[in-house]
């Protein structure tokens, strides 16, 4: 591995306190990265014009980035169709976002007649406040889908899931003003980004073994040909002098993917996993062009 080649960006101090409630992640995502968020600030680069997420999921980079830049200018895209309307309704109509997620219950039958829906039958607001609902009285609320896009989590039988967050949802349509938002393929996504324009991309990790993958967040796999793409994407926004921050798995196949940038080990605790003795703190690997 090659040294990095330009020289470090000042780290900005992170930003708390304050009265208005600060915007933070509206669903729990397979992968969040919530608990890293303390960790990336010292790599976050000073200054940057537009910032890009193509992988936004629950978006915990993206709210913590808006805590810092109030006035952040910003894209976001998720080939989750259903999350991307999500996130286009808290923006749009979170009031009316609001009053639906209000009128969901906390039981099992009804929460098995709500995920069994055919979404093409509701309005884009119901779409969204179902899949609030199903993230956060799911089985450890996370969104998975089976190959046919079917949301599959059972029931989590919790006593008082916290399904409608007003204050939140309220500061995260704020923080979303004027976000751009879109449905779409990375590759897609990526080829507005610009010199001067800083990237992170949080794609679903390579796994670890045969048996350690969660790749179910769209009906579509991540396999070793998308990293591949992602990695000439990656080397092509570092030719048109983007700031581009990457975080995978730590593993041999994503250090030579990546092996003429900067990497860095930083530690996680698995969160999501459905074997109770693989959730542990495991080595994750940040890759950097700056
Ligand atoms: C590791 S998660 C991102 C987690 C996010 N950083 C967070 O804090 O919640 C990866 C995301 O990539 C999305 N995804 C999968 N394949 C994709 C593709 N080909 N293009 C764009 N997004 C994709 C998934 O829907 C998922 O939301």
């Known amino acids: ?45 000073e200054h940057f014009n537009r910032y890009h997420e193509p992988f936004v999921g629950g978006g915990a980079m993206f709210f913590n980035m ?28 979170v009031e009316q976002l609001i009053k639906a997620l209000k009128k969901h219950k906390n039981e099992s039958n009804y929460f098995y007649q709500i995920r069994s829906l055919d979404t093409s039958s509701l309005t884009d607001v119901e779409r969204a406040a179902r899949l609030i609902y199903l993230n956060k009285t799911c089985f450890n609320g996370l969104y998975r889908v089976n190959r046919s896009g079917q949301f599959n989590v059972p ?34 996504a990526l080829k507005t980004a610009r010199k001067g324009d800083f990237v992170y991309l949080d794609p679903p990790y390579q796994p670890l073994s045969a048996t350690s993958s969660f790749t179910s967040y769209t009906s579509k796999c991540f396999g070793e040909d998308d990293q591949k793409q992602l990695a000439s994407i990656f080397a092509e926004l570092d030719r048109r002098g983007c700031l581009v921050m990457l975080s995978n798995s730590d593993n041999e196949f994503v250090r030579e993917l990546y092996g003429e940038f900067r990497q860095e080990v930083v530690y996680a605790t698995r969160a999501i996993n459905c074997r109770a003795d693989r959730r542990g703190r495991i080595s994750e690997l940040l890759v950097l062009n700056y």
């Open 1 to 45: 591995m090659t040294p990095h080649r330009k020289n470090l960006p000042r780290a900005l101090p992170s930003t708390s306190g304050g009265a208005a409630r600060k915007p933070s992640p509206f669903v729990k995502w397979a992968g969040g990265k919530t608990q890293l968020l303390a960790t990336f600030d010292e790599y976050i680069p």
């Open 66 to 93: 808006c805590r810092r830049t109030p006035q952040l200018s910003a894209s976001l895209s998720d080939l989750n169709q259903e999350l991307i309307n999500c996130y286009a309704i808290v923006r749009d109509d």
């Open 155 to 188: 029931f989590g039988s919790y006593k008082n899931p916290r399904t409608c967050d007003e204050d939140n949802l309220r500061a995260t349509s704020k923080a979303l003003g004027k976000t751009r938002i879109v449905h779409r393929h990375f590759a897609e």
